[in-house]
């Protein structure tokens, strides 16, 4: 969940950013250099957002595989069980 504050952070800083060029633009409107860093920040968003997205499906992935190992490795401790109790019947 540390990716989810991150991009909460970025967003609160974007936000701010907005809110500080609205008070700063009042007398003369907002510069190009304003627009042009609105943008940069826009645009660093948007990627984190993705590759927020992306770590959650890959996240989903691994841990799907590692339920499927999990139960793999119950089917032999079972297995396993069950061999040594059969051998234990056997004559000796």
């Known amino acids: ?28 409107g907002v510069s190009e250099e304003q627009l ?24 989903s992935a691994i841990e799907k595989e590692l339920a499927e190992k999990n139960k793999k490795l119950e089917e032999c401790a079972k297995l396993k069980q069950e061999t040594k109790a059969n051998l234990e019947k056997l004559p000796k």
């Open 36 to 59: 042009a860093q609105l943008e940069a920040l826009k645009k660093e968003v948007t990627s984190l957002e993705k590759e927020a997205n992306s770590l959650k499906d890959e996240r």
């Open 1 to 28: 969940m540390k990716l989810g504050s991150s991009i909460k952070s970025i967003v609160a800083v974007a936000s701010f950013a907005i809110v500080t060029m609205g008070f700063v633009g009042c007398g003369g």
